[in-house]
């Protein structure tokens, strides 16, 4: 894993600016917008809207989140990026059969959860209902290691089983599937014929992205850490707004060369 802003890491993000039609997607939390107590407040800086914006001009650029598309897009308003929901369930690819039943097994998911809550409520977890997933937030929770084992507990007992992927203070419950970040980025590479793309993430639903076997792809993952797939490493969140500089600026020069 190496930095993204080494002179080798540089040379890699020019080489994807200069090809025009290269695809710059993004996670939202923690990638885009900073991690906050409460995931109500989450938002763009104004430096890393505008770098957003300006990026979103030059080439094509995707928002791939965990977060509903009806949560996601207001926060992200006036940028013309494509925007991807629920882990990559939403927005995209899936057939209005496969929604229907992702949403059918949400709704059945919730029923049972929210038909005896009082273990999550005492543990200080809060479900959301993002209509195509659940989550499991226990940022608040007194004890994070309780909450997320009365979580376990909980989920081990959905049918049908789903698929869990851990986040940052979240536990995801994704009706199982093909479906996840990495197949919608494959696929929206295809529908934009894309020929190389750029991804940045921060979270273990990223991994989805970061393992594609797939050499067109250049992983970058905010935070250096040893067990991830990704190929290269921000170091902090708030150089973000950099990145997206950087990119727009490497896009500029490659057109007017
Ligand atoms: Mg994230």
């Not at 921000?234 to 990145?243: A, K, N």
């Amino acid at each position: 894993m190496q930095d993204v802003f080494s002179a080798q890491g540089k040379r890699v993000l020019d080489r994807l600016a200069s090809q025009g039609g290269s695809l710059f997607a993004f996670d939202f939390d923690g990638t885009l917008a900073r991690i906050v107590q409460d995931r109500h407040a989450a938002g763009l800086t104004e430096s890393t809207r505008q770098a957003l914006h300006d990026l979103a001009i030059v080439a094509p650029t995707a928002i791939i989140s965990g977060r509903s598309l009806a949560d996601l897009s207001p926060r992200v308003k006036g940028i013309s990026a494509h925007l991807i929901g629920n882990h990559g369930l939403e927005g995209l690819h899936a057939s209005e059969r496969v929604m229907q039943q992702a949403q059918d097994c949400c709704r059945a998911w919730l029923n049972a959860v929210t038909k005896d809550d009082r273990e999550l409520t005492r543990a200080g977890v809060v479900v959301e209902d993002k209509m195509y997933s659940l989550t499991f937030h226990y940022r608040q929770a007194w004890s994070p290691a309780a909450a997320r084992e009365t979580i376990f507990h909980v989920v081990s007992t959905l049918l049908p089983a789903p698929r869990l992927v851990l986040g940052k203070a979240v536990v995801n419950a994704i009706p199982s599937g093909n479906l996840h970040k990495g197949t919608a980025m494959l696929e929206l590479m295809h529908q934009l014929q894309t020929s190389a793309a750029l991804y940045v993430g921060d979270d273990d639903t990223d991994e989805d992205v970061f393992s594609l076997p797939d050499e067109r792809i250049v992983s970058v993952r905010v935070g250096k850490k040893a067990a991830t797939a990704a190929q290269w490493y921000l170091t902090r969140q708030s150089q973000i707004g950099q990145l997206l500089q950087y990119l727009t600026g490497a896009r500029a020069r490659a057109v007017s060369a």
